[in-house]
């Protein structure tokens, strides 16, 4: 992740993504690139998105991919791989969500330290959030961190041969799944 190294605004921020080929992610000010992703990055991110997009079929809930922004306040607009929003007032807006209650990221080297750090940190300011998944590229393992009632998090490991559930909005599904088509 390289941040452009001066400050700039939100609005500012929206108005150079909006007329931008590449995508940027922002935090507090600073504007970072999107780098491109792997093939296996792409096909779990595809099978997610299609085990994820059978079980909402009619539901009023919506499904994203890494092309919706996710954001809070004038805090961050991020990309996440995957996410699900319920809330009517995710609907007045076609190019921003505010209100998402599954937010999911494929882990790449580059990104890993940071998606389980400081941007779970940042999503936590989410009132609607209740689960966040980190999906790993390297083998089979999906850490689900979860909000209790409590509003403390919770986190769940699934491995090889384990079924994995999303309680954020009731699915469950066995890992190899996720890993379906993989190559090396």
């Known amino acids: 992740m390289v941040a452009v190294p001066h400050y ?3 609005d500012d921020y929206l108005d150079l993504e909006r007329d931008n080929p590449i995508r940027h992610e922002y ?3 600073l504007v970072y690139a999107m ?3 792997t093939d296996n990055h792409a096909r779990i991110t595809i099978n997610l998105l299609s085990l994820v997009n059978t079980h909402l079929s009619d539901s009023p ?3 994203y991919n890494g092309d919706v922004k996710v954001n809070y306040q004038d805090e961050f607009y991020y990309y996440p ?3 699900v929003t319920c809330d009517d007032r995710d609907r007045e807006d076609r190019y921003v969500k505010r209100y998402p209650k599954l937010i999911v990221e494929v882990l ?3 990104t890993k330290v ?13 009132e609607s959030l209740e689960e966040y998944v980190l999906i790993s590229q390297d083998s089979q393992r999906v850490e689900c961190r979860r909000q209790t009632a409590a509003h403390t998090w919770e986190t769940a490991i699934y491995e090889v041969g384990d079924q994995v559930t999303l309680t954020s909005i009731d699915l469950q599904f066995a890992i190899a ?3 379906r088509g993989l190559d090396g």
């Not at 750090?117 to 999503?123: P, T």
Request: hydrophobic share 25%; glycine share 12%; proline share 3%.
């Open 114 to 126: 940071f998606d389980t750090g400081e941007k779970f940190d940042d999503y936590q300011q989410l």
């Open 81 to 83: 791989d995957a996410f």
């Open 35 to 37: 780098v491109g992703g």
């Open 177 to 179: 799944e996720l890993y």
């Open 108 to 110: 790449s080297s580059s």
């Open 8 to 10: 700039i605004s939100p």
């Open 61 to 63: 809930c919506r499904l």
């Open 27 to 29: 935090r507090r000010g």
